[in-house]
């Protein structure tokens, strides 16, 4: 699913990712500079989804969903107090209006003017550089919230995946070939196969291939190589012998495949490589963290 979205310069913006990174604790907060009525919000999309998931239907009433949410967010405040408080957060709607709350109520906010110094998003926007808000403080033991109190990294689900990961190494050596993926410095998405100057010298789509492996499937540099999955997907791809990878493993860099209906990259399709990921079974996961197979894959290999 697709859902059009505002130009990242109309959407306001308050850094919580980057901010992990950090030396010290910063807050800072950026407008939208362009206006783009023509196209919902960011916070409306996920508001008008969660409307649907809720079963409202995709025609609620954006702004009734919106206060709902934040009442939600409310639910353990005293009803004598949430009334002040949505009334404190003024005539702001959506994700700005939570900010304001969240950073209002957090350890460095004004407490809705109990605190006249603190934060709150009105402080932030006649700050636009940001506020310093001194050195890191120490959170740990405190910020557990594990059952001993400690980082627990003992997990059992862990543990077995190390117990499996040892059958694995003990068991019978397979004589399928690995394939994995990797990235070109000039190729790092597919983007940028879209882009003249990064798309000149020599082709990139290329399977790198140890000499031991060539050998056996009777391939050189260039040759044209089928790359075959278990399940009988294949896909063509030239091929680039070298021992920048280890035997029973070969290499394709991510992002290519361009030749799809409905590609609409005039230069990449003019050159539309392999794609990995018409190898890999979309239905299957790692069943420890549920995230896709996207490679280490076992394939066999033969000249075309």
Do not use: K
Request: glycine share 10%; net charge negative; proline share 7%.
């Amino acid at each position: 699913m697709i859902i059009p979205g505002r130009a990242p310069f109309a959407e306001s913006h308050y850094d919580v990712f980057f901010s992990q990174y950090a030396c010290r604790n910063t807050a800072r907060f950026s407008p939208p500079i362009l206006d783009d009525p023509g196209l919902p919000a960011d916070w409306q999309a996920m508001v008008r989804t969660i409307a649907i998931l809720q079963g409202d239907g995709a025609a609620a009433d954006l702004d009734v969903v919106d206060e709902r949410l934040l009442r939600h967010l409310l639910a353990a405040v005293p009803d004598e107090h949430a009334g002040g408080i949505v009334a404190a957060l003024g005539d702001r709607v959506g994700a700005d209006r939570r900010i304001d709350l969240a950073l209002r109520s957090g350890p460095y906010g004004d407490r809705f003017g109990a605190v006249p110094d603190g934060l709150s998003l009105d402080r932030l926007v006649a700050h636009p550089d940001g506020l310093d808000l001194g050195p890191l403080v120490e959170r740990l033991p405190d910020a557990l919230r594990t059952p001993s109190g400690t980082i627990e990294l003992a997990d059992p689900a862990l543990l077995g995946e190390l117990h499996r990961a040892a059958a694995e190494l003990t068991a019978p050596v397979s004589t399928a070939l690995t394939i994995v993926g990797r990235r070109h410095l000039r190729s790092n998405n597919s983007w940028m196969h879209n882009l003249p100057s990064l798309m000149r010298g020599r082709p990139r789509c290329t399977l790198e291939v140890h000499p031991d492996d060539a050998a056996v499937a009777g391939l050189t540099t260039g040759d044209l190589a089928s790359v075959t999955a278990a399940g009988g997907a294949s896909i063509t791809v030239p091929v680039e012998v070298t021992d920048a990878v280890r035997r029973g493993v070969i290499s394709l860099p991510h992002g290519w495949g361009h030749d799809v209906d409905g590609t609409r990259l005039s230069l990449a399709s003019a050159t539309p490589g392999a794609n990995l990921n018409a190898l890999t079974d979309a239905d299957t996961s790692e069943h420890l963290t549920g995230t896709a197979v996207l490679g280490g894959i076992e394939v066999t290999l033969a000249r075309r």
